[in-house]
C-alpha cells in the first residue's frame, strides 16, 4: 500500500497545478490564509459521490507534503479511501481520528451559483462552492491543526497516533468508504476516538439566551429502517364496478391507520442527557422543565410535539414516501400495492419489535413486509473523557460557548465506527449563521475564512489536551 502511496506522490507532484481561485485580487495570495486556498484547491476536485479519487490524491498528497504517513485502503474512481497519519499505524498506537469525507453532493442549478460552484472562489472574507461545508471544510481543519503536532510527533514518542481519516460515498449511505474502512481496515488504525461530523455551532438554541453560542456534539443518532409493503389481492379486474375489497382500498385503509398512529413519546438516556444541558444552559422555567422531564413530563411532552424537529428526536418516526401500483390503464383495477416507508428509530429499539407494532397497527395479516434496509444497531457514545476534551477545546476557542450533547434525528459515517463500539463523536467545531447552514446541499454553500481558521484551532487545542 505504501509504495501506491509514494506512487500517487509522484504523480501528483509532476502533474499539480496551483488552482487558487481569487476573482479581482489574484497578486493579493498572501494575504489569504493557507486553510482558504487549501480549501479552494480541494473544492476544484469536484468529487461528486462515486468520483472521490482524484480529490482523494489531492488531500493525500499534501498530508504526506506535510509530513504525514499516507496509506490508501481502496484505490478506485469510486472508492478511494485513505489514512494520513502522524506515525505509521503499523506502531498500533491508541488512535484518535479525524473522519470526513471526500465526496460531495451534485451542484443542480449550478447557474443559481454566485460563483461556479467547484470554482472554489475566494471573495468576501469566505471560500465558495459545493462542499466548502459539507465536508471539505472540515477536512482542511483536521489536517492544518494535525500538521502543527508533526514535528513533536518526530522528536518525541507520543502516547498517541493522530489519523485523518477520508472515505468516500458518504452522501449515499457510506457503502464505499465508512462501511470498508470500518469493516475490513478498523484493526489497522488502532482507533481510541474518532471525531467525525455531525452537530456543529449553532445560533437562537436558547430561548432565554439567543445570542449565546452553543455547539451540539452527537453522540448518538436515528437509525433508519426501510420497510417495503407489499399487498396482494385477486379481484375482479374493472373500476366499474368496485369489488368491497381490493387491495389499494385497503392498503390506503391500514395506511391511514399508520399516519394516525400517536406513537410513545420516549426519553432515552442520550436525550435525558441533552434536555439536561440544554436546561442548564438555559435557565428559568424552562430550564427547570427541561432538568426535570420525569416530573414535568406531561407539559414537556405537550410543548415538544409542537416541535417536529424535537418531537422526531422523542419517537420513532415513519414517513411514506412511495406508493406504487403496475402500471394500467385507469379502469383496471391493480391487483397488488406497494408502498415504501421510511422508519427511524430511536437508539435501544430493537427491529423486530418495531415491525410487529406496525403489524398490530396495520391490522391486515394480508400485509407482507419487507425489510429493504436498515442501519447497523450501535450504542451510544458515552458523555466520557473524550467528549469533555472536545467540549473543552470549543469553549477554549469560543469562550462563553455553550456545549451540549445531541441525538442526531439522521445517521451518517459515526455509525460504522459506534457500532463497533468505538467511541465517535460529531461535530464540526465551527460556528455559523441560519444561512451558512441553509447553503449544506444546496446553492451558494460557502464558509468563512475566518470560521476555517477558528475550526483549525479548536482541533489544535483538542490535540494539545491529549498531549500536553
Ligand atoms: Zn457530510
Redesign the pocket.
Given at each position: 500500500m505504501r509504495q501506491l502511496a509514494s506512487a500517487i506522490i509522484f504523480i501528483l507532484i509532476v502533474s499539480f497545478q496551483s488552482l487558487h481561485a481569487v476573482p479581482n485580487n489574484g497578486n493579493q495570495h498572501d494575504s489569504i490564509p493557507h486553510s482558504a486556498l487549501l480549501l479552494s484547491d480541494y473544492i476544484q476536485y469536484p468529487s461528486v459521490t462515486g468520483n472521490e479519487k482524484q480529490a482523494g490524491q489531492y488531500l493525500a498528497t499534501m498530508a504526506m507534503l506535510k509530513g504525514m504517513h499516507v496509506e490508501v485502503f481502496t484505490n478506485h474512481t469510486d472508492t478511494f479511501n485513505f489514512a494520513a497519519s502522524l506515525y505509521p499505524l503499523s506502531l498500533n498506537k491508541p488512535n484518535i481520528i479525524f473522519l470526513?469525507?471526500i465526496d460531495v453532493v451534485p451542484a443542480e442549478n449550478s447557474e443559481q451559483f454566485t460563483y461556479p460552484p467547484f470554482s472554489g472562489t475566494i471573495a468576501n472574507g469566505q471560500v465558495w462552492g459545493r462542499g466548502a461545508i459539507?465536508?471539505k471544510g472540515?477536512a482542511v481543519m483536521q489536517l492544518l491543526a494535525m500538521e502543527q503536532f508533526v514535528d513533536l510527533a518526530r522528536e518525541q514518542d507520543l502516547p498517541y497516533n493522530v489519523t485523518l481519516l477520508s472515505v468516500s460515498g458518504?452522501?449515499t449511505g457510506g457503502h464505499a468508504g465508512a462501511k470498508i474502512v470500518a469493516e475490513r481496515f478498523a484493526h489497522k488504525l488502532s482507533p481510541m476516538v474518532v471525531f467525525g461530523?455531525g452537530g456543529t455551532g449553532l445560533p437562537k438554541v436558547l430561548v432565554n439566551d439567543p445570542d449565546k453560542k452553543v455547539f451540539t456534539i452527537s453522540t448518538t443518532f436515528k437509525r433508519s429502517l426501510w420497510l417495503k409493503l407489499t399487498l396482494s389481492m385477486n379481484t375482479s379486474g374493472h373500476g366499474s364496478v368496485p369489488p368491497k375489497k381490493y387491495a389499494v382500498q385497503e392498503k390506503v385503509r391500514s395506511l391511514y391507520k399508520i399516519v394516525r398512529w400517536n406513537r410513545k413519546v420516549v426519553f432515552s438516556k442520550t436525550t435525558r442527557n441533552m434536555f439536561r444541558e440544554l436546561g442548564r444552559l438555559e435557565g428559568g422555567m424552562r430550564g427547570v422543565v427541561l432538568r426535570n422531564l420525569g416530573l414535568f413530563r406531561p407539559l414537556a411532552v405537550r410543548a415538544m410535539r409542537q416541535d417536529e424537529v424535537i418531537y422526531s428526536l422523542i419517537t420513532n418516526t415513519i414517513t411514506i414516501t412511495g406508493i406504487q401500483t403496475p402500471p394500467g390503464p385507469p379502469n383496471v383495477i391493480p391487483q397488488e400495492i406497494e408502498v415504501i416507508l421510511d422508519c427511524r428509530l430511536l437508539p435501544d429499539v430493537d427491529t423486530h419489535e418495531f415491525i410487529s407494532e406496525i403489524r398490530k397497527v396495520l391490522d391486515n395479516s394480508d400485509v407482507k413486509i419487507e425489510i429493504l434496509e436498515e442501519n447497523a444497531v450501535a450504542p451510544p457514545s458515552e458523555i466520557g473523557e473524550c467528549y469533555k476534551r472536545m467540549a473543552n477545546a470549543l469553549q477554549v476557542i469560543y469562550p462563553k460557548s455553550g456545549v451540549i450533547p445531541i441525538l442526531m434525528p439522521a445517521s451518517?459515517?459515526n455509525n460504522y465506527f459506534r457500532a463497533l463500539g468505538i467511541p465517535t463523536y460529531g461535530i464540526m467545531p465551527v460556528f455559523m449563521s441560519m444561512e451558512q447552514i441553509e447553503s449544506?446541499h444546496n446553492v451558494d454553500e460557502r464558509i468563512p475564512i475566518e470560521a476555517l481558521e477558528l475550526g483549525t484551532q479548536v482541533y489544535i487545542e483538542l490535540l494539545k489536551q491529549y498531549f500536553e
Open positions: 470526513n469525507h459539507d465536508n472540515m458518504e452522501e461530523e451518517n459515517d449544506i
